[in-house]
């Protein structure tokens, strides 16, 4: 149980496009997700954290028009890149948090966009 | 605000042996939980185990143990008998029993020799 799925595992994007990335929870419901940017051979880094049903909480430096987040069910977030730059590309991860008394968060198998 | 502290960039291990990484945090709160995770190469994220701060008793998950010093504020993990799949990144992760949010180390690449 408690698996995390996130579309698509790869993207190739061109400058100016929008890229949308999925995370779903397969068997059970999150009330909370995390959006995480993970450089190379750094650590993860939180972009935002999205409510079901509410705004996202957006990190400081982090553009909200450009990483737009919708958490419309209990089930699914989106991350959309919008007007990808070369600079957007990254390892996106998203994280899950089971709704109740849970201390553990799952993640998705990340997503490597690329931005040409 | 808390932070966590992985001062091991790199470190490797013969097949068999035993290795310990270093993890040390700062915070405030008395109440909070502290995990390790593993990212292999296929970058997934992997809960490796987890400590909850009330409790003395260090955590094991079969090889995998933690030594829990909550007054010095270091949470470092050892894993016996390593094997080639141990080879990974660990993040070394805080959360306050209140939040929702991950608090992650640098992280320490791990690599297993044959």
């Known amino acids: 149980g408690a698996v995390v799925s996130q579309h698509p595992s790869r993207v190739i994007c061109k400058s100016g496009t929008s890229v949308k990335i999925e995370c779903r929870s397969l068997?059970?419901?999150?009330?909370?997700m995390f959006w995480y940017r993970q450089f190379p051979k750094q650590s993860l880094m939180l972009m935002a954290t999205s409510n079901e049903g509410s705004k996202a909480t957006y990190e400081q430096g982090v553009e909200k028009d450009k990483f737009l987040i919708n958490h419309a069910s209990l089930t699914l977030s989106t991350l959309t890149v919008t007007s990808a730059h070369p600079e957007d590309s990254s390892f996106y991860i998203c994280s899950a948090r089971p709704t109740g008394i849970w201390t553990e968060a799952f993640f998705g198998q990340g997503t490597r966009l690329t931005v040409v | 605000a808390q932070t966590v502290t992985q001062s091991q960039p790199e470190m490797s291990v013969q097949e068999a042996e035993t290795v310990t990484l270093s993890c040390t945090y700062d915070?405030?709160?008395?109440?909070?939980?502290l995990f390790w995770y593993k990212q292999p190469p296929s970058r997934q994220m992997i809960l490796v185990i987890r400590q909850e701060a009330y409790k003395q008793q260090n955590a094991t998950e079969n090889r995998f143990s933690v030594n829990f010093q909550k007054a010095a504020k270091s949470f470092s993990l050892k894993i016996s008998d390593s094997q080639l799949g141990d080879t990974a990144m660990y993040f070394c992760?805080?959360?306050?029993?209140?939040?929702?949010?991950?608090?992650f180390g640098e992280g320490t690449q791990l690599t297993v020799n044959p």
């Open positions: 068997d059970f419901q999150a009330t909370t």
């Open positions: 992760a805080f959360r306050e029993t209140s939040g929702s949010r991950l608090t």
């Open positions: 915070t405030s709160e008395n109440n909070y939980y």
